[in-house]
C-alpha cells in the first residue's frame, strides 16, 4: 500500500524560504519510472504543479516558478524535499506531494499540508 | 489563468449522465495522455481516469473518458449525490516540459 505525507510549517514569514517534506512507504524512488512529484492548491483556487523528481534524479520544475523551487530526494530515506524560496502571501495553498508510476500522472496523493505566508 | 480550459460548473439529477469537457493544445492533450481527478471537499484529489480513458481499479465504471484531438472529456452516468466533487483534468505538456492542470469543474448533483 503506497502513502505518502507532508510536513512542515505551517506559517511563514514573506521572504522566508519554505522547506517541505514527503515521507513516503509502500515504494522505493529507485525502481524505474517511479517519480515524487509536489502540486499546490490556493484556498478555492485550481491544482498547481510544482515539480517532480524521478528515480534516476531527472526534475522537472513548473516554468514560472522554477527559479525558486528545488528538489531532492533521499532514496534511504524514502523522502522527497521541496523548498521554495522568496515566499509570498500568494503563495499560501495546500501543497500535495504524490506518486507517479507506470500510468504516468499521479496515481497516489498525500493528505496535504497548508501553508500560510504572513508577517 | 489556467493552460487547458474547463467550464467551471456542471450539473445534473441522481441518475443522469453528465460530461465535463476540457480544451487544450497540440501540446499537452493533442500529443500525451489527459487524466482526470476528483476532489470531494476537504480532500485531497483522487485519480478516476488514467491515460485518457483507463479506470483504476475500484472506480466504477460509471465514469468514462475519451479523448479527441486538443479535448477531452470525462463522462459520469447513473449520478449519484457522492459524486457532487471539484473535477480536474491533466496533462503533460512539452512546449512547457511539465503538468499542466485544468481550472477545475465543480459539479453539483440537484
Known amino acids: 500500500q503506497i502513502t505518502l505525507k507532508e510536513s512542515g510549517p505551517t506559517l511563514v514569514k514573506p521572504t522566508q524560504t519554505l522547506t517541505l517534506t514527503c515521507t513516503f512507504s509502500?515504494?522505493?524512488?529507485?525502481?524505474?519510472?517511479?517519480?515524487v512529484g509536489w502540486i499546490r492548491q490556493p484556498p478555492g483556487k485550481a491544482l498547481e504543479w510544482l515539480a517532480l523528481?524521478?528515480?534516476?534524479?531527472?526534475?522537472r520544475y513548473s516554468p514560472s516558478l522554477k527559479s525558486r523551487l528545488t528538489i531532492t530526494k533521499d532514496t534511504s530515506k524514502n523522502q522527497v524535499v521541496l523548498t521554495m524560496t522568496n515566499m509570498d502571501p500568494v503563495d499560501t495553498a495546500t501543497y500535495y506531494c504524490a506518486h507517479s508510476g507506470s500510468y504516468g500522472g499521479f496515481d497516489i496523493w498525500g493528505q496535504g499540508t497548508m501553508v500560510t505566508v504572513s508577517s | 489563468q489556467s493552460v487547458m480550459t474547463q467550464p467551471p460548473s456542471a450539473s445534473g439529477t441522481p441518475g443522469q449522465r453528465v460530461t465535463i469537457s476540457c480544451s487544450g493544445s497540440?501540446?499537452?492533450?493533442?500529443?500525451?495522455?489527459v487524466y482526470w481527478y476528483q476532489q470531494l471537499p476537504g480532500t485531497a484529489p483522487k485519480v478516476r481516469i488514467y491515460r485518457n480513458n483507463q479506470r483504476p481499479s475500484g472506480v466504477p465504471d460509471r465514469f468514462s473518458g475519451s479523448k479527441s484531438g486538443t479535448s477531452a472529456s470525462l463522462a459520469i452516468s447513473g449520478l449519484r449525490s457522492e459524486d457532487e466533487a471539484d473535477y480536474y483534468c491533466a496533462a503533460w505538456d512539452d512546449s512547457l516540459s511539465g503538468w499542466v492542470f485544468g481550472g477545475g469543474t465543480k459539479l453539483t448533483v440537484l
Open positions: 509502500g515504494f522505493s524512488l529507485s525502481t524505474s519510472g517511479v517519480g
Open positions: 497540440s501540446s499537452n492533450i493533442g500529443s500525451n495522455y
Open positions: 523528481i524521478y528515480w534516476d534524479d531527472d526534475k
